[in-house]
RNA sequence: AGGCGCGUAACUCAGCGGGAGAGUGUCACCUUGACAUGGUGGAAGUCGGCGGUUCGAAACCGCCCGCGCCUACCA
């Protein structure tokens, strides 16, 4: 695998733009990410949330995908059969909207062009630029099996789509009705609830007197839309009002218009808002039109698709709906109906795409009764066959779900699966049907018009997890992979996409899509903003990879990635991380100076550690508890752990600790030593790296690459599995090793010794066990703390003129001639006695109650009683060591 | 209006019933045979407030104060 001529020093510091490419490119060549389909393994399915085809890579993809990358190159090393599946999503409004800025640019229309050629001009786009978005989630190192890339309009997926649509309308859950939707009169589409955004806008509440149709007396009645009342066919009251149950029998003279509008009694008007009068305009209110229903009130379209008042709005006809607004005020002030115009915050609907207020309106749409579906998709939940997290999120998606209304899924415009539904003009006929038909079923004319309305993006979305895998065909991939394991996505589409995926999965496959759904939060800036344009808070997920390393930014984005909490991202933090990526580069870079040269096999010692030198029995336990904690936390999505749990093991325990104390065995003269630390350091390095692969693919790579002995590549390595090796006497020895060189290191701070002055230390511990691990260990303790000598003792006398540290019962003194500062070391004791009998009052006070006693499981109570010795034994040496500085003062 | 979430060291956050933690920053000292993108040591917190449950609360419950987000048919 590995050539001579690529074996090379590593460099000083980790420059990762040559490396990223390299393995890029070799991971592709090597399909490494292709998907495996073997017999008898257990399996791992990951289908990417499809970004838009127009997406430019930000932030939220970039978690997004770093998260579901680290699960698929952790499953991929534990040896399922492990398939991610790409793709991106055709995005009709979004993509239609683009190209029709480009036809702008030209001075044309999609009219201009006509609608083949329009949709020619789409797919022309997406062959040239649709690509982008593809290509930026590979250079995060995405380990998808880019080969099966999918897009929601390609062939097999229109397949699916029209198979789905013919099947739920022969069931009759598809149906073609006339009711009120949200409109966009810029996109000139309906668009579905979710497709609307509510936005506080500061507006007015107009307040207009309608009178009587027999001039006895009028009522009052609000709105924020007085252009509306041009279509108003009615006025609801309440059936309880006392104020109006007189009015059964009056007729409105609606002002304005020549037309005189019936009283209602409706029990959705709220008695106590503005008058409890309500004007009703059925065509241009959702609440209105249920209450036009209720009491069969006409509906009245009084603007057209463009927001434009229509013939029906006499003489305001051709104004712009605000146009008329402004001018309905005017007469209705000046003929004396308006009687107060107040300001009014509320919230405005706009199209999700353009920002344009939405106009709600009735027409003529598609939609599926989602009823049924989303039954099921609720017990699904509710009977755990599919699992959210974090678990908050379960009420939200039962009252979404609860409170359901009917998809509408049509929309007016070009790009997209076209509804296939044909009508016949001879007879009306209307069929719906998977092979386009030629000639009428029933009257078998051929003069048949296809629907020109396309379907929502979502729909296609919906199907997704068995659309990109080949239904309706039984595929093999089908049976492997489907259900998928998990979906990772953004809370934000939890209803547009991840509840639709489940109602469409359990209704075709009879199965649930996804195992597990882990909802992640949305990527803000550091001070908890949303980052936009505008505001110029915007984080390039581009511009941090080239600035900082990808490996960085995926450390960042995992270690960022905790469970139901927005994600502050801060560019400092990416620093840090960086850091890190170039700590582990640097050990091993350490390591390579020792190991360069052996055989591979030298890992072999670690198969008896029992045989091992105290200090690598360490490093072996560590490793293995490592290994189960960050395993365990890639299995529960606790991604944040498993980044600061080896963060925490690469730096403060392999680095900071152990190759500073294996150093001396590494320069050994003495083969036996040398080699089991060589062995050890070998393989706890290759360890680390499979163990953060996931998360940092390319410098672990390199690194590995560069490792002795003839190596598959990491990508495809197996797992670290957790070997036998946790022993908590090794850790508790080494633990208080610790401690000593700690407590050696503070003294030579406090009292200013230089680093590199050598002097003396004395131990003294009554502790037979203690003091005779100490002594095996004087020469370790001494070469890291810069000892001339150390004696350790049980008892013995206690040198004068020195500092102190108190570790545990184990005294530390360093004699320093005259140099100890006495005032300093005797606010330190006072200091550290402060602290203990802080604690020790405490654990007194626990011991010392009798309901704790009773009470407090036995554990606890011995661990205190324990805690107690202790603190009070550390309290005597503290006493001891004030008496004697008192005796030199 | 309802629902959800968040307030822990200067900053960003973890911990979510048994001795207050991490990273960054900060202070002091240090180019010791991988790393100054480094090392060693230190300082730093009435865990938003008030009550309650408990032998024991940062954690559980209630109320309050601040801050986000989502949903909603008060026109």
Redesign the pocket.
């Known amino acids: 695998m590995k050539n001579r001529d690529e074996q090379k020093t590593l460099a ?3 420059e990762f733009d040559n490396v990223e490419e390299k393995w890029l490119q070799r991971w592709t060549d090597s399909g490494s990410f292709r998907a495996t389909m073997e017999e008898g393994k257990p399996s791992f399915s990951v289908v990417i949330p499809p970004p838009n085809v127009t997406g430019v890579l930000h932030v939220g993809h970039a978690l997004n995908n770093t998260m579901q990358d680290v699960l698929v190159r952790y499953h991929r090393m534990c040896g399922d059969n492990t398939l991610w599946v790409p793709g991106t999503d055709h995005a009709g409004i979004a993509t239609q909207n683009v190209v029709e800025r480009q036809l702008a640019t030209e001075g044309k229309t999609r009219h201009d062009l006509g609608r083949e050629a329009f949709i020619e001009r789409v797919w022309d786009w997406r062959k040239e630029k649709g690509g982008t978005i593809v290509n930026q989630l590979k250079r995060m190192g995405a380990s998808c099996d880019w080969e099966r890339e999918r897009f929601t309009m390609d062939e097999g997926l229109s397949r699916s789509v029209r198979e789905v649509f013919v099947r739920l309308y022969k069931e009759g859950l598809i149906y073609k009705g006339d009711y009120i939707v949200n409109w966009c009169p810029r996109c000139h589409t309906a668009l579905a ?2 497709e609307v955004e ?1 936005e506080d806008k500061k507006g007015k ?1 107009y307040h207009i007197r309608y009178p009587f149709a027999d001039g006895s007396g009028d009522v009052v ?5 007085p252009e509306t009342m041009l279509g108003d066919t009615g006025v609801a009251v309440h059936p309880d009002d006392d104020r109006y149950s007189h009015l059964a029998d009056v007729g409105i003279k609606l002002p304005l218009t020549d037309r005189t509008i019936p009283v209602v009694f409706d029990h ?3 008695k ?8 009703v305009t059925p065509a241009h ?3 209105d039109y249920e209450i036009g229903l209720r009491h069969s009130l006409p509906i009245m379209k009084v603007m057209d698709e463009h927001g434009v008042m229509n013939d029906k709005a006499g003489k305001y006809a051709g104004l712009d709906r605000f146009d008329c607004r402004k001018k309905v005020v005017e007469d209705l002030e000046s003929q004396g109906f308006l009687v107060e115009i107040e300001d009014y915050d ?2 405005v609907g706009q199209c999700y795409r353009c920002a344009t207020v939405v106009e709600p309106t009735t027409s003529l749409q598609w939609f599926v009764s989602v009823r049924p579906l989303a039954d099921k998709a609720v017990e699904a939940v509710r009977d755990g066959r599919i699992n959210i997290y974090p678990k ?1 999120w379960y ?2 998606f039962y ?2 779900m609860d ?1 359901i209304r009917d998809w509408c899924i049509s929309r007016q415009i070009w790009w997209g699966h076209r509804i296939p539904a044909w009508t016949c003009k001879d007879c009306g006929e209307l069929m719906v049907e998977s092979v386009d038909p030629d000639a009428c079923s029933k009257c078998g004319s051929s003069n048949i018009e296809q629907e020109t309305d396309v379907l929502d993006t979502w729909f296609s979305s919906a199907l997704w997890p068995f659309s990109t895998m080949g239904w309706p065909e039984n595929t093999k991939e089908l049976q492997i992979f489907y259900p998928t394991s998990v979906l990772i996505t953004s809370f ?1 589409i939890l209803f547009f996409w991840v509840a639709r995926m489940m109602m469409m999965g359990l209704h075709f496959m009879d199965e649930v899509p996804f195992k597990d759904v882990y909802l992640h939060a949305l990527v803000r800036d ?3 903003k ?1 980052m936009s344009k505008s505001t110029g808070n915007v984080i390039d997920p581009l511009v941090i990879m080239s600035q900082y390393g990808t490996d960085a930014m995926r450390f960042t984005l995992t270690a960022f990635a ?1 469970q ?5 991202l ?1 560019e ?2 990416i620093e ?1 991380y ?2 890190f ?3 582990l580069w ?2 091993a ?2 390591a390579m ?1 020792h190991v360069e040269e052996c055989d591979a096999s030298i890992t072999d010692v670690v198969n008896s550690p029992e045989k091992l030198p105290l200090i690598h029995q360490w490093i072996l336990s560590r490793t293995a508890k490592t290994i189960t904690d960050v395993r365990r936390a890639l299995d529960e999505y606790r991604f ?2 498993a980044a ?1 749990v080896i ?2 093991f690469v ?2 325990e392999f ?2 600790w152990y ?2 104390w294996i ?1 001396a065995d590494l ?1 050994s003269k003495d083969e036996t030593l040398r080699d089991q630390a060589r062995g050890v350091l070998l393989y706890v390095l290759e360890t680390i790296l499979k163990l953060i692969h996931p998360i940092t693919p390319f410098v672990t790579e390199e690194i590995w690459s560069v490792l002795p002995g003839d190596r598959p590549l990491l990508v495809t390595s197996e797992y670290p599995v957790a070997e036998d090796w946790q022993n908590e006497n090794v850790e508790n020895q080494v633990e208080l090793l610790m401690g000593v ?2 407590g050696i ?2 003294i ?3 009292a ?1 010794v ?3 002055a050598k002097i003396d230390a004395f131990i003294l511990c009554a502790d037979m066990e203690k003091t005779e691990l100490i002594q095996v260990f004087v020469s370790a303790i001494s ?1 890291m703390t ?1 000892l001339e000598s150390l004696t350790v003792a049980t008892e013995g006398e206690k040198p004068s003129d020195a500092a102190t540290y108190i570790y545990q019962d184990l005294e530390i003194y360093v004699p320093l001639k005259g140099l100890v500062d006495v005032e300093k070391e005797r606010e330190k004791l006072e ?1 550290e006695r402060n602290k203990i009998e802080k ?1 020790l009052k ?2 007194n006070g ?1 011991l010392g ?1 009798k ?2 006693l ?4 036995p554990e ?1 109570v011995e ?2 009683k324990g ?1 107690q010795a ?2 009070e034994a550390k309290l005597g040496k503290v006493a001891e060591a004030e008496r004697r500085l008192a005796e030199i003062g």
């Open positions: 000083k510091s980790y609830d979710d509510h509440l009645v609000a709105t924020t839309r959705h008007v709220q106590d808002f503005g008058t409890g009068a309500l004007k209110d959702r609440d509320h919230a908050t009420n939200t009252s979404w409170n934000d550091k001070h908890g949303k905790a139901g909490r927005e994600i502050k801060d400092e933090r840090g960086r850091f990526i170039n700590k640097n050990a870079r350490f100076m944040n752990d600061s963060y925490q730096w403060h680095c900071d190759l500073e150093k320069f060189i700690t290191r503070n030579r701070a406090e200013d230089h680093p590199s070469s810069r200091r604690s405490q654990i626990k109650n309901k704790f009773a009470n407090a499981p606890i661990k205190e805690k202790e603190l």
